[in-house]
């Protein structure tokens, strides 16, 4: 069996997947100033160089794409660490490793997002593109744009250009960039599907993942967007997220039920309902 052949029988159960699914919902607010960027605008006369991406409506928006791409690197880092203590930690992934004699070297190189081209693979699985989708597979995580609900407004930033050879400014290099301001509120929501769809180590291990990933952006927040090395980006939930579980009946109704963030994270990682 092809590794790809073996990505899609592991990973690939979509069962009930558009009826039953979990949503964590609730606030996230930037702390600190956030450009996340339409593309710079080169037309005569503009005032902004740098203008931050808008909705038809003029209201600016945090399209999920970006968000996923922030997640799916945590992820992956998570793994690789893994990865690299696979000899001393007991988890789903360090056994899944060893059983597959993986190094972080090959790791990283087989399971980033942007794989890079090599012989060696890894037979039975890849987490990250298990839960986020890649060439073979359809993401089971959705992110939905995030939608301003208090404030939005913008300032403009005057910049420089530095010329890395020169160690100094760029001559004709300024720039004026659109930031959002600190302390705006968005509505974040993320829908999960399918992931107790069979209790195989490779799944084990993918919700352990992704319990890492919502117990470590509960916590700790996470940044997006341009400049995040210059402190832009920051965001924070405002106040413990939500989680709805949708679900069919034995009657085949609808029906949901509201569970705790950390209910949710201990039942990914095994502990119970």
Same mark, same amino acid.
Request: proline share 5%; with cysteine.
């Given at each position: 069996?092809?590794?790809?052949?073996?990505?899609?029988?592991?990973?690939?159960?979509?069962? =009930?997947?558009?009826?039953?699914?979990?949503? &964590?919902?609730?606030?996230?607010?930037?702390?600190?100033?956030?450009?996340?960027?339409?593309?710079?605008?080169?037309?005569?006369?503009?005032?902004?160089?740098?203008?931050?991406?808008?909705?038809?409506? $003029?209201? *600016?928006?945090? *399209?999920?794409?970006?968000?996923?791409?922030?997640?799916?690197?945590?992820?992956?880092?998570?793994?690789?660490?893994?990865?690299?203590?696979?000899?001393?930690?007991?988890?789903?992934?360090?056994?899944?490793?060893?059983?597959?004699?993986?190094?972080?070297?090959?790791?990283?190189?087989?399971?980033?997002?942007?794989?890079?081209?090599?012989?060696?693979?890894?037979?039975?699985?890849? &987490?990250?593109?298990?839960?986020?989708? @890649? *060439?073979?597979?359809?993401?089971?995580?959705?992110?939905?744009?995030?939608? &301003?609900?208090?404030?939005?407004?913008? +300032?403009? =930033? *005057?910049?420089?250009?530095?010329?890395?050879?020169?160690?100094?400014?760029?001559? @004709?290099?300024?720039?004026?960039?659109?930031?959002?301001?600190?302390?705006?509120?968005?509505?974040?929501?993320?829908?999960?599907?399918?992931?107790?769809?069979?209790?195989?180590?490779?799944?084990?291990?993918?919700?352990?993942?992704?319990?890492?990933?919502?117990?470590?952006?509960?916590?700790?927040? +996470?940044?997006? @967007?341009?400049? &995040?090395?210059? @402190?832009?980006?920051?965001?924070? +939930?405002? $106040?413990?997220?939500?989680?709805?579980?949708?679900?069919?009946?034995?009657?085949?109704?609808?029906?949901?039920?509201?569970?705790?963030?950390?209910? +949710?994270?201990?039942?990914?990682?095994?502990?119970?309902?």
């Amino acid at each position: 069996m092809s590794s790809e052949e073996s990505i899609v029988k592991v990973f690939g159960n979509f069962s =009930k997947a558009l009826i039953e699914y979990y949503e &964590v919902y609730g606030t996230v607010v930037n702390r600190t100033a956030l450009h996340v960027g339409s593309g710079r605008d080169t037309s005569p006369g503009q005032a902004i160089d740098n203008p931050v991406v808008r909705l038809p409506d $003029g209201r *600016p928006y945090i *399209p999920g794409s970006s968000l996923k791409g922030v997640f799916r690197s945590i992820v992956e880092s998570y793994l690789v660490t893994v990865a690299s203590e696979r000899d001393r930690m007991k988890t789903s992934c360090a056994q899944l490793f060893r059983d597959n004699n993986v190094t972080p070297e090959l790791f990283t190189r087989v399971c980033s997002p942007t794989p890079i081209e090599s012989e060696e693979t890894i037979e039975s699985y890849c &987490v990250n593109h298990g839960l986020f989708g @890649g *060439p073979d597979i359809a993401s089971h995580i959705q992110l939905f744009d995030l939608m &301003v609900k208090e404030h939005g407004e913008t +300032f403009t =930033k *005057p910049g420089v250009a530095i010329d890395r050879f020169l160690g100094a400014s760029r001559p @004709g290099a300024l720039y004026n960039i659109e930031l959002v301001a600190p302390d705006t509120k968005w509505e974040f929501r993320m829908r999960i599907y399918g992931v107790e769809s069979n209790n195989s180590l490779e799944w084990r291990c993918a919700r352990e993942a992704l319990a890492f990933l919502l117990e470590y952006i509960g916590r700790e927040g +996470f940044s997006l @967007g341009g400049r &995040v090395s210059a @402190g832009h980006g920051y965001m924070v +939930f405002d $106040g413990e997220p939500k989680v709805r579980h949708v679900y069919v009946d034995e009657d085949g109704r609808v029906g949901t039920k509201e569970l705790s963030f950390k209910e +949710f994270i201990k039942r990914l990682k095994g502990g119970g309902e």
